[in-house]
């Protein structure tokens, strides 16, 4: 069990406690969950007592490991919450969030976690503002949250405090939505639009992996022209919506919404999807965009002028990018995406490459299937199948009817410039 208190709010720390009742075995071995770049945060002052006696606490290479020796325990030690870089634009670095009356925590960023879990289930009592509300990705009942598998905690995400919050069940998923600051739209009008999102997704892609999932919508800090305006990522059962505080009404019948059908519908289409890899994200991420708009339009979010619109963007983007004749879509990924330019080419290329993908299987089958069933199989069939990327996609089209697709996608991802996509540029404009 672990429990959140503020250790000291103007230096932005957080204080955890954790308690391990009848502990078994000699040795506790604690790790914090580790990025690409290192690992998410560094504990301080860790220490650990049982039945009023200090433990031995020995850190070694990112682990700390505790004599316990048999009976109960209990570790505690702070995070500083505040990120260095919380007004760049790597807004991925500043997932957790400690404000004046309310926070978002996500768990990798301050739960340090046991080597091998000691439980099946931990409860995380979240005591930051106390008397405010709580919401999260699992179970929550006043100020506890109940994580159903310890392997899960890195990925759980939690609201507390001065949100409001709404829920709504959607065909057997609980859906939760935890929104923060001031919008020019109502809550309910907003949480109205996202609830109509989840149910086309719902409708047309069949049960999602899990029961309960919880939306968190803030204010994006990052501001500036050339900077997004608004922001998406998920994290198992939760999402991360950060808008634009000076964002109009208008835009709940628009773009922006894309990110709620764009990151929900990654509970599909993701990395786990068909064993992917990088080569794959042209379509993990392409096909999803490509998939989002069409949602936002069969939703009646946007309307049919308005998903031409993005799409004019994304092919214009495209065309002028200095990547296109060089690079196959299906590269992008392997290549700096630290490059904008690069990122582009997998999204915008992406994107296309499931348009005509998703028109050459439609034409294949009469207008039977299209790209979402292909989707929803590969889904379906997810981690019962040893092939992989594009052999499961074009093994998919195939069970659904479909016919061989192989040559095309070589074309169309592995080939730079495909000509499937510069012949419909005309189409295009
Ligand atoms: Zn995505």
Redesign the pocket.
Known sequence: MYRLTLADRRLSVIRVEAFVYGFGDGRLVLRAPRSETGTFFEPINLSAVSSGAALDVRERDGAWSIEAGNGDLAFSYDVVIAIEDRYSPDVRSMLTFLGEDRCRILGRDVFLVPEAPFASGVLVDVRLFPGGGLSSSAPAVRDRIVVPDAGELPRTMAAAGAFRFLSREIGGVSVALAIGDAWSFGDEEFFDVLCRIVAEELALLGPPPRSRYLFVCDGNPVRGGARFDYYGIHYDGSMLLLLDPRIDRSALMDAPMAIIA?EFF?NWNSETLAGADESFQWFT?GA?VYCSYRILERANVISSAQRAAHRRTVASRYRANPYRERVAIGEAANRDMGDKDMVNLLYDGGYLAAEALDERIRKDTGGRIGIIDVIRRLHERSGRTDIAGEAALTAAVIDLGGSDISGFLRELVRTPNPHVIADRFSSLE
């Open positions: 764009h990654h991420e999803t």
